[in-house]
């Protein structure tokens, strides 16, 4: 994400008869990859598919960033619905952490406007976060793997 690409804006590969039998098994083994690490690390896998994406089916981030909410929405519901069904749900706490997403949800819209017309700001702002939530995670997962 943080290599230039020489391509034109709009030249996205979307999933079509055409694109199908090159894009299908990129798209299964991103899916794969994302769900192993996902329930290997035990994290959401919703920072993964975003450059999984570009690099599979060469979206461009905006793209790739409206497909993954989709996806990500989809997981999060079914399995919010199982942990509510099961009674593991603080709701005043969850619906604290829904208001605030909300405003930083607004917050972040502003941002991507002032962002998005800078030529591949946006990306690389979110390869950065991205890399550090990589760290991140592979750090405690050694730290856990060097207690045991």
């Not at 690409?5 to 090159?22: A, C, F, H, I, Q």
């Not at 690390?41 to 999984?52: K, M, N």
């Not at 946006?122 to 950065?128: C, H, Q």
């Amino acid at each position: 994400m943080l290599r230039p690409k020489p391509r034109v804006v709009g030249t996205s590969v979307w999933l079509s008869r055409e694109s199908v039998r090159r894009l299908l098994p990129r798209l299964i083994g991103l899916g794969a990859a994302v769900g192993l690490l996902s329930g290997l690390f035990g994290i959401g896998g919703g920072f993964l598919i975003v450059p999984g994406l570009m690099l599979a089916a060469d979206m461009e981030v905006k793209e790739a960033i409206g497909a993954s909410l989709v996806a990500v929405t989809a997981f999060g519901l079914s399995s919010a619905s199982s942990y509510a069904w099961s009674g593991l749900v603080d709701w005043p706490v969850a619906m604290l952490l829904v208001a605030g997403g909300a405003a930083g949800a607004v917050a972040g819209t502003r941002a991507h406007g002032l962002l998005a017309s800078k030529e591949g700001v946006l990306t690389r702002v979110f390869a950065v976060f991205v890399i550090a939530a990589g760290l991140y995670v592979s750090s405690r997962g050694l730290l856990i793997l060097a207690a045991m």
